[in-house]
């Protein structure tokens, strides 16, 4: 609480100096204005202490996003996800499919190894990239998104890679480039980092990417598996190129649909999106989660994951 009074005993206070005013008969035209000027002043103030008070119960700031991705992965962690502070009507979805979040994959989880955790106070939205060992010893890859409203979790968006190919090396520790503070000098706006972003999911449609986005020595990661410059990658099999070549040309690919951006970090240079990615007419679907590095407004480094599953249809959110 601000320890300021509330509305509603602004508001008794006014009635009481309203109805000393109507009681008293003594008082002259200079002190009634007076009187007069102090309850403007009140209401006014009333009203300011009002506003306040509801646009910080509708909003978290970042050191309190950042606290609920902390107290989540614990309450997982612990098997207590009954004490995760989810809304009446929250919806949760792991791998784009409906769950209860007692049912998720992180039910395995015993430590966490490394993770990365990035908040946007604006958007309303926490989101990490957590690598972890799970029970059996296998190594995962989690990407966790927490919508906060009125201090409630509304959505839970949780993208879990158990594949066998989930490469730790290139994951623990997390590369400490994707945390940096990008010097004002090459920091884009919040409305560049949303169209650079928008443009590479175009790009995945239409494969003509705007050369001027990337950094010639931008690497792109799938669950710690580095697919560009790396001839041998076996995931894409594009070859010794950059993130812009890779994207050039004919492709399996295509198009991207309900790209949502869920992050921008102008000071860090990030920006978390998310998509569906079609493969022509196959059934099989991927679902992106990409977190984007940008340094002197030129995309320097992607961490994708991305699942690729049949009956896949949508993500199950709108933005």
Not at 13 to 28: E, F, M, P, R, Y
Request: glycine share 8%; hydrophobic share 35%.
């Amino acid at each position: 609480m601000s320890g300021y009074p509330t509305y509603r005993e602004l508001s008794w206070a006014v009635g009481k100096i309203k109805q000393q005013k109507l009681d008293s008969h003594s008082l002259t035209g200079k002190r009634k204005c007076m009187t007069r000027g102090i309850l403007a002043v009140c209401l006014i103030i009333g009203f300011s202490f009002a506003l306040t008070n509801l646009a910080s119960a509708s909003t978290c700031d970042r050191a309190s996003l950042l606290e609920h991705a902390k107290q989540f992965n614990a309450n997982m962690l612990a098997h207590t996800s009954e004490k995760v502070p989810l809304a009446a009507n929250a919806q949760i979805r792991e791998n784009a499919q409906a769950i209860r979040l007692a049912n998720s994959k992180w039910s395995d989880v015993k430590k966490i190894l490394s993770e990365a955790v990035y908040a946007d106070a604006l958007k309303g939205n926490v989101i990490e990239h957590v690598t972890a060992d799970t029970s059996s010893g296998k190594v995962v890859y989690i990407g966790t998104r927490l919508k906060l409203a009125g201090g409630k979790i509304t959505e839970v968006e949780i993208n879990f890679d158990d594949r066998p190919d989930v490469n730790v090396k290139n994951l623990v520790p997390y590369d400490p480039i994707f945390n940096t503070i990008v010097p004002p000098e090459e920091r884009a706006t919040r409305e560049q980092l949303e169209r650079i972003i928008t443009s590479y999911f175009q790009g995945l449609t239409d494969h003509k990417p705007i050369e001027a986005d990337y950094d010639p020595r931008c690497d792109r990661f799938h669950s710690g598996n580095r697919v560009t410059h790396n001839a041998s990658n076996g995931v894409e099999n594009s070859g010794d190129v950059g993130c812009y070549e890779s994207n050039l040309g004919p492709k399996p690919w295509g198009p991207a649909t309900e790209v949502r951006i869920g992050l921008i970090d102008p000071e860090r240079g990030i920006v978390i999106a998310y998509a569906i990615l079609y493969y022509g007419s196959s059934p099989r679907r991927m679902q992106i989660n990409e977190i984007f590095k940008i340094l002197d407004r030129r995309i320097r480094m992607v961490d994708n994951i991305g699942l690729m599953e049949e009956g896949i249809t949508t993500s199950g959110f709108s933005q």
